[in-house]
């Protein structure tokens, strides 16, 4: 269940992240209205906070697994929201991002070295 937890968090940190900076880039960028920003700001917010619901307490180790994840959902996004089409290069990162941010987050935990 711990798998499946950390999936659906990274998923809507995900959407929240990739969704307020889009709101923030159609309110600067398209000129569609400063409140698309002050939702983007919302949903940034949010996204922080979803973020800190991960079981891993390490922060650092958080954020950069989701690093992989927001390189793939970015990608997704743009193709689904905005009409992107990536190349062949977009999906090889994506899956690169995607099997580093799994090795960080799946792998077994490792017992420092003695001191």
Known sequence: MTTVR???????AAVAEIGGAWLIWQAVRENRGWWLALLGIVALGAYGFVAALQPDAHFGRVLAAYGGVFVAGSLAWGIVVDGFRPTVWDYVGSAVALVGAGIIVLAPV??????
């Open 110 to 115: 490792v017992a420092p070295a003695p001191e």
């Open 6 to 12: 950390i999936v659906v968090l990274f998923a809507l």
